[in-house]
């Protein structure tokens, strides 16, 4: 009768058994990808001389892609291109609170973000903004939201968060001396226990510095 009218009890037994091995396999991955081991990386500074144009210029588009790389470096893996291919795998947002921005590569990189739709904010100190090469009058002529301190102290912090999930952060100042020629680190991690805290970090000094708050001239000023 099984053979004749159907798979019959073995056939249908099997046929349950392999589904639900099936979705036992399926829910095992998806276990797998939730515990996948979080972005940890550290890099060290000062960064081996390396071209760095054919990277910004994959970013900018095909256009730019297709014209000659002027650059005598060789182009290789070295800590400002990992940063830079960090910085540049934002999709939706790019939150930097950083003391000193002078680094035109990064500046770039940060311009080319905006461009693409990505919210980016910058915190950074309202003494070095000013320097001669800082980035920031470049960033806020871009249409980048900056803010600053007004605060006797410096403010001092050196963080990046990638998408609100990876953060960037260690001794380095974002200039190119700090890059070039100064030993220095990164830290790199996608860690939410650790990512939270400067996640909240960024949003207070955002909101402590809103420029409502700006105060130009002295209360005893008259």
């Not at 770039?108 to 905006?114: D, E, G, K, S, W």
């Not at 860690?191 to 207070?204: H, I, N, T």
Request: proline share 5%; aromatic share 8%; net charge positive.
């Amino acid at each position: 009768m099984g053979a004749a009218g159907g798979p019959g009890r073995a056939g249908v037994a099997l046929g349950l058994a392999l589904g639900s091995a099936g979705l036992v396999l399926v829910l095992a991955l998806a276990a797998w990808r939730r515990r996948r081991r979080p972005m940890r990386e550290v890099l060290f500074f000062p960064s081996l001389p390396s071209c760095t144009e054919g990277l910004l210029a994959q970013a900018a588009g095909p256009e730019a892609a297709a014209r000659p790389c002027p650059c005598p470096l060789p182009q290789r893996d070295c800590s400002l291109s990992r940063l830079l291919r960090l910085l540049l795998s934002a999709r939706r947002s790019l939150d930097l609170c950083l003391f000193s921005f002078s680094n035109p590569q990064l500046g770039r990189a940060v311009q080319l973000l905006h461009r693409r739709g990505v919210r980016v904010r910058v915190i950074t100190d309202e003494q070095y903004m000013g320097l001669r090469g800082s980035q920031i009058g470049f960033l806020r002529h871009a249409g980048i939201q900056v803010r600053h301190d007004q605060d006797t102290g410096y403010m001092h912090h050196k963080f990046a968060i990638v998408d609100q999930r990876i953060l960037i952060t260690g001794s380095l100042n974002w200039t190119t001396q700090a890059i070039q020629n100064n030993r220095e680190n990164l830290l790199v991690m996608e860690d939410a226990e650790y990512v939270k805290p400067f996640l909240d970090e960024f949003e207070r000094i955002w909101e402590e510095y809103n420029p409502i708050n700006y105060k130009f001239f002295s209360r005893d000023s008259k």
